[in-house]
């Protein structure tokens, strides 16, 4: 069965300053990988994810995530972050066959200051 | 596009209180996922229904939990006696296949409190 380990519980960046949250997968095939936005209050919303082909995907919201199969990891980025990407961020991974759900991680909270 | 609906958005009710949670999911979706989310134990999956068939619920905490499911346009979440520790936030969310491959698509969820 996949897994998913977000290793930062808070992260606290400066409006303008750059982002990375990480992300880690465990799973024995190419995974489907998933990053969700939750803002206060809020639902979660997909960010972007990644099936196959460029390991460097886009996504909304000015964030891009990067696929590292040596490394099972699939960390998120935003190269200037506005004090509204305040919010929490879950990384999900899916069996790339079958009909298993994804599995989320446990989130990262980001806050961001003036 | 509508997106999925849950209601209530906020439900404070007392220990002992059935509790009934109600989500429509997006139309032309054929799965449907019911989540828990808490600050302990993060988001967490409940059941989840494929064309209205409960495929899994391992994740239902114990028989005071149910779900149906009883059309494709209409699933109820029920806790029949509601304790403290069920206080979350409860989330619906339906996607076009219960494969992975699929992305889901989250309602606002349900505030639950438990006095």
């Known amino acids: 069965a996949q897994s998913v380990t977000q290793p930062d519980i808070h992260i606290t960046v400066s409006e303008g300053a750059s982002l990375e949250l990480r992300c880690n997968y465990s799973?024995?095939?190419?995974?489907?990988l998933f990053w969700y936005v939750q803002s206060p209050g809020q639902g979660l919303q997909l960010l972007l994810k990644?099936?196959?082909?460029?390991?460097l995907v886009q996504g909304i919201k000015g964030f891009e995530a990067e696929f590292k199969r040596s490394q099972s990891s699939f960390n998120l980025r935003k190269p200037s972050v506005h004090w509204s990407d305040a919010a929490e961020y879950f990384c999900a991974v899916g069996a790339g066959s079958g009909n298993t759900p994804l599995v989320f991680g446990k989130g990262t909270r980001l806050s961001v200051i003036a | 596009d509508a997106g999925v609906i849950q209601s209530p958005r906020h439900e404070v009710t007392e220990m002992g209180q059935e509790v009934t949670l109600r989500c429509k999911p997006i139309?032309?979706?054929?799965?449907l996922f019911w989540y828990r989310q808490t600050m302990m134990r993060g988001l967490e999956l409940l059941i989840y229904?494929?064309?209205?068939?409960?495929?899994?619920d391992s994740g239902m905490p114990e028989d005071r939990f149910s779900a149906k499911m009883p059309n494709a346009s209409f699933s109820t979440l029920k806790i029949q006696p509601s304790e403290p520790r069920d206080s979350a936030v409860y989330f619906c969310a339906s996607s076009l296949g219960a494969g992975s491959g699929n992305t889901i698509y989250f309602g606002e969820g349900s505030w639950l409190t438990v006095v």
């Open positions: 229904f494929n064309n209205n068939v409960p495929i899994d």
């Open positions: 799973y024995g095939a190419t995974p489907y």
């Open positions: 139309s032309g979706h054929n799965s």
């Open positions: 990644y099936f196959s082909g460029d390991t």
